[in-house]
């Protein structure tokens, strides 16, 4: 269960964004609760020294995701209170989307 080369360019280009406009925090429960991460992997993020880290850290540990999970993701972020994060989500999604249709 690995990430499919489309999924990780598109995190890939979207770090910085990821990064700054993703409350990852916030997220971190959900993620854990529908299986995306681990309860290990969670607490592993929540003691990153810096926010900087624990965003390198969440990229490195969702490259051993799967697409779905991505999706998922995707769906937290649409989901979430700020309409600035649900924009992103939407735009991250369709990105994905994008690159699919591509490369199909």
């Known amino acids: 269960m690995v990430l499919s080369e489309t999924i990780n360019a598109v995190l890939d280009s979207n770090f910085e964004r990821i990064a700054r406009d993703t ?3 916030e997220l971190l429960f959900s993620l854990r609760a529908n299986a995306v991460f681990t309860n290990e992997e969670i607490k592993n993020l929540r003691e990153c020294e810096s926010l900087k880290a624990r965003h390198r850290q969440f990229l490195q540990l969702f490259k051993a995701k799967s697409d779905a999970d991505f999706r998922h993701f995707c769906i937290l972020l649409q989901n979430h209170k700020s309409k600035n994060v649900q924009r ?14 591509a490369t199909a």
Not at 88 to 101: D, H, Q, Y
């Open 23 to 25: 409350p990852l925090l």
């Open 88 to 101: 992103f989500g939407l735009r991250l999604e369709a990105e994905a989307i994008e690159a699919f249709n």
